[in-house]
């Protein structure tokens, strides 16, 4: 089990869930794991009975790099630091850095050429990146975009280690490896620690997120703010989880396009109708079709492929008693590609989300943002990201797929395109 589920790890729930049904159990090494691939089994986890779990131990690992941020931290501490961070997510807020996108999506759009080939997730990786970078932290950071960039690669592939479920049972840490990652964090941390000064030395409110974090205070528990460590943490976190999502939902959202030219073209009417100008915020409710063709392409790719949690006491599911510590493993990969729920799962149809047809389905039959208290606090944020730069991309260009193969599938930290996306650029 071990080796099966190291090598191959997203074929091997897949396949088992397909012959074991809505629970899976197996071993690796002395954890007990159990998969859940019904939306009823995943709604109790994720909401109803959410007391019970924790995040996994393995998370102790992205500790190292994101400390006590969102993601990771547990219990009370966390519901603080939620409440904490939640204005800076406040809708009026999100249109706010809506601009922001745009901007950065011209910009990427203006330094295209006709028929260029391009390894398009790396376009993405950069775009969203750098969106992120200007919204959490404004303009100042963008001087020191590479070294950052850097620094969150090296970061990031200690992350891609650690953040999976069990990781620390199947991958141990070489020294040299050790020693890159804890110099790329002491970097990272620099920039960080001065980007806080900065702010702190101002005091005012520069509209970003960062700034947002250090005005917070608790006035529902204990009144107090943040400290610059849980700020930085909060920053990290937030960086790491807020742009190689997005990049990957917008990935695969390209590709699918390129291979259904009739879905594509009522893409481009819809964007069209904007009339050239450069879409605004407010524009995402004549952007409908837009917003079903990315949450079909999630359906299909979700960016988190999996979540788990760990039981804290003993509990019963679909009429089995699940030990306590157990692990509990949903995976959005399976259960959105689930033909009970979802027909015909392997097609591409942005159909499926009208809204009369998506209120048929069960909520968790289609959870790329999980739920639960833990619900991902960036939603609001990828849908306004996505559909943004989705809009203004294709006011100017599309893509054309040069692989002879479709892009296989990399379950990282995100669901990646394996090996990038090789596109073609072509002016519409
Ligand atoms: C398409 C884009 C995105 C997807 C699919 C996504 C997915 C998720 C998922 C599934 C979780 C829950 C993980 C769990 O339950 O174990 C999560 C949590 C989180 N996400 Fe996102 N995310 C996206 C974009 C963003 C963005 C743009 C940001 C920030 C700007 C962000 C910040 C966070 C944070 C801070 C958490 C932890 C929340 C908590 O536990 O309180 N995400 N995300």
Redesign the pocket.
């Known amino acids: 089990m071990l080796i099966e589920f190291a090598r191959r790890r997203l074929p091997f729930m897949v396949e088992s869930a397909k012959k074991y049904g809505d629970i899976v159990f197996f071993k690796v090494g002395n954890e007990r794991i159990y998969l859940f691939n019904h939306p009823d089994l995943i709604r109790d986890v994720?909401v109803t009975n959410q007391k019970n779990f924790t995040?996994s131990r393995a998370l102790d690992r992205a500790k190292r790099v994101l400390g006590e941020?969102?993601?990771t931290?547990e219990g009370d501490f966390?519901l603080r630091?939620?409440r904490l961070?939640q204005p800076a997510?406040h809708r009026d807020r999100i249109a706010a850095y809506g601009r922001s996108m745009v901007e950065y999506a011209d910009r990427a759009r203006s330094s295209w050429s006709d028929g260029r080939s391009v390894n398009l997730h790396d376009e993405m990786m950069r775009l969203t990146l750098a969106i992120?970078a200007k919204?959490?932290f404004s303009a100042d950071v963008e001087k020191e975009s590479t070294e950052i960039g850097e620094a969150l690669t090296t970061t990031f592939d200690a992350f891609n280690l650690g953040i999976l479920p069990f990781s620390e049972l199947l991958e141990k840490l070489p020294l040299p490896y050790i020693k890159r990652f804890e110099a790329a964090r002491a970097r990272l941390d620099k920039t960080i620690y001065r980007i806080i000064d900065e702010h702190r030395a101002t005091g005012e409110d520069t509209g970003d997120?960062l700034s947002m974090l250090l005005l917070a205070q608790d006035t529902e528990g204990d009144g107090g703010g943040m400290t610059d460590v849980q700020v930085r943490d909060?920053a990290m976190?937030?960086f790491l989880?807020?742009?190689e999502?997005?990049a990957?939902?917008l990935s695969w959202t390209w590709y699918l396009l390129s291979q259904h030219p009739e879905i594509e073209s009522r893409f481009h009417r819809e964007v069209d109708a904007l009339g050239g100008r450069l879409p605004r915020p407010e524009d995402l409710a004549r952007l409908p079709f837009t917003r079903m063709i990315l949450a079909e392409s999630?359906r299909l790719y979700?960016?988190?492929w999996a979540?788990?949690?760990r039981a804290i006491n003993e509990f019963v599911a679909g009429g089995y008693s699940i030990p306590a510590r157990s692990m509990v493993l949903m995976s959005?990969y399976i259960t959105h590609r689930d033909p009970r729920f979802h027909p015909d799962p392997e097609r591409f149809d942005p159909e499926r989300w009208l809204p009369e047809m998506a209120a048929m389905r069960p909520k968790f039959s289609y959870?790329?943002?999980?739920?639960?208290?833990?619900?991902?606090?960036?939603?609001q944020?990828?849908?306004m990201?996505?559909i943004l730069i989705l809009a203004t991309i294709a006011q100017k260009w599309r893509f054309r797929f040069l692989g002879s193969a479709p892009p296989e599938v990399d379950p990282k930290i995100?669901l990646r395109p394996a090996g990038g996306l090789s596109m073609r650029i072509e002016r519409r």
């Open positions: 994720l995040k941020g969102l993601l931290s966390h630091q939620r961070a997510f992120v919204t959490l997120l909060e976190t937030i989880a807020g742009h999502t997005t990957n939902a999630m979700p960016p988190a979540v788990g949690r959005q959870f790329p943002f999980g739920g639960g208290t833990r619900v991902c606090i960036g939603e944020f990828g849908w990201e996505g995100t």
